[in-house]
């Protein structure tokens, strides 16, 4: 199996580059300089002369607020990039595992929500995603999407944000109406090379969308609670997401049912804890 990675400088890309070196697995790891998947041309080149059998897409534009004023970046990477790598995978043989978000819903479900649920995206990030996976749909039926959320991992995450904040501050507002479940970098990687071994075998037939979350589901502020329960030092507050007014407009439920992804390949939600 040969693996190609776009977007492996981010979070999860760089969990994957990671997990598919120590695992022996033959890759090439591109970031935006080796391949810029908001360019046909450019994904067309790489994805010829690597000739992968997978290609990872772990690429996006996910500065969720300064799309709201960047609408066609955000759409050059994550609707356009997509529909580009779905192209090449479909032109040159290869499967695509392409990445996506919770912010397709617009949280107003009781409940968590399933694959099947209707998308009313509430952002310019949301809506480029969408756009995205719809672009996918339209190219190719071999494909894998999962939609997960609340990433951490690497170094521009809520996690680090709460624990250098801490590090200068007596309190912390944080927001309480918001609900999800927060996903470790290095689980999606790890199932994604589960899933990249599955899909291969000539009798897999189960393509299309998965959710793939941590678990359990908690506020913001209950994410903050524990991230800081050893900063005795800092007061963590609840607060609604009114008091902390953002460009985009983010969905109050977040929380993916991640039923599908288990039945299929076996793989269960990660107790976020365990990754702190
Ligand atoms: N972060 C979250 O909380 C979250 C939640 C739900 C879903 N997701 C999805 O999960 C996936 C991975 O997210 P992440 O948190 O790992 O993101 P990330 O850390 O922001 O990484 C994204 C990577 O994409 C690269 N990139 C941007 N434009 C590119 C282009 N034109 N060509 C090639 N690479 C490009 C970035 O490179 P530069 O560093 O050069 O910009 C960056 O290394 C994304 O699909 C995202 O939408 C994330």
């Not at 690597?50 to 969720?64: F, G, L, R």
Request: glycine share 8%; net charge negative; charged share 25%.
């Amino acid at each position: 199996m040969k693996v190609l990675i776009a977007g492996a400088n981010g979070q999860v890309g760089a969990e994957l580059t990671r997990l598919v070196k120590s695992e022996g697995i033959e890759f090439l790891a591109a970031g935006r300089t080796e391949m810029d998947i908001g360019s046909r041309h450019h994904v067309m080149t790489v994805v010829k002369e690597s000739q992968p059998d997978i290609i990872v897409n772990a690429a996006a534009y996910t500065a969720v607020d300064r799309a709201e004023s960047e609408p066609d970046a955000a759409n050059r990477i994550n609707h356009q990039g997509a529909l580009h790598l779905a192209e090449a995978a479909a032109k040159f043989g290869a499967i695509l595992l392409h990445i996506s978000t919770d912010f397709v819903f617009d949280g107003t479900k009781e409940g968590a929500y399933v694959e099947q649920d209707t998308c009313r995206p509430l952002s310019v990030y949301g809506q480029s995603k969408y756009d995205g996976e719809r672009a996918i749909r339209d190219v190719s039926d071999k494909h894998i999407i999962l939609r997960t959320a609340w990433v951490f991992g690497g170094e521009a995450n809520f996690v680090k944000t709460m624990r250098r904040l801490a590090a200068d501050r007596d309190e912390l507002n944080v927001v309480s109406d918001q609900r999800g479940g927060p996903t470790p970098a290095r689980a999606i990687a790890e199932s994604l090379i589960r899933i990249a071994k599955d899909v291969l075998a000539p009798e897999f037939a189960e393509w299309g969308l998965y959710h793939f979350t941590g678990s359990p589901s908690v506020s913001w502020y209950e994410f903050a609670c524990h991230i800081l329960k050893d900063h005795s030092g800092v007061k963590v507050h609840p607060i609604p997401t009114s008091g902390y007014p953002t460009p985009a407009t983010r969905p109050a439920n977040s929380v993916l049912d991640c039923q599908r992804i288990k039945d299929v390949f076996g793989i269960e939600q990660p107790d976020w804890r365990d990754y702190l």
